[in-house]
């Protein structure tokens, strides 16, 4: 490539720079953005910056010749508009599979909780019937003790 083709590339891409840069745009319906910044351009609009914010113009809102400058195409306008309302289904089904997956998985817990209560609820209960056991048997052993006491004592009355 040669220098003079080199410099009158960068000249052409430097005006459309500073085209893009500052830019007037006026809607259909008389609404106009000064000073406006292209930011990007989608199939279906352009989105510009201006002092009082960022906007999206749609290409069905500006005039022909806005919409011939920046390459606006009816039917791939609602190609990536339609890919764009199939990929928000998708993303609504994933969310929904996800939320159904999280409540599955609350119930589980709930359900898993419960049953560590009842476990411990029942655990709770063979120690205390192990423990009256306990008491029961000694009981037991104390009376058996008294009641061997007593037969020797009463032996012992009857001999002497």
């Known amino acids: 490539m040669n220098p003079q083709k080199t410099t009158i590339a960068i000249l052409v891409t430097l005006s459309a720079i ?9 809607t259909n319906s008389g609404k106009e953005y000064k000073n406006a910044t ?13 002092k009082s914010g960022i906007s999206k113009l749609y290409f069905t809102e ?7 400058r920046f390459h606006y195409d009816p039917a791939h306008a609602a190609a ?3 890919a764009a309302v199939r990929q928000t289904q ?3 089904q994933f969310n929904s599979q996800q ?13 898993q909780y419960q049953q560590g209560l009842e476990q411990q609820a029942k655990y709770n209960n063979v ?16 009376l058996l003790v008294r009641i ?3 037969e020797k004592r009463r032996g012992m009355a009857e001999v002497g």
């Not at 500006?62 to 011939?68: A, G, N, R, S």
């Not at 997956?101 to 359900?111: D, E, F, S, T, Y």
């Open 148 to 150: 061997g006491q007593a």
């Open 80 to 82: 990536a508009q339609a």
């Open 18 to 26: 500073s085209i893009a840069l500052a830019d007037d745009f006026k």
């Open 62 to 68: 500006l005039p022909k010749d806005v919409q011939e």
């Open 38 to 50: 292209v930011t990007q351009v989608e199939a279906d609009g352009i989105v510009i910056k201006t």
């Open 90 to 92: 998708e993303l609504n």
């Open 127 to 142: 120690q205390s019937l192990t423990d009256q056991l306990s008491i029961l048997q000694q009981q037991e052993q104390n």
């Open 99 to 111: 939320e159904e997956l999280a409540r599955q998985q609350k119930g589980a817990n709930a359900k």
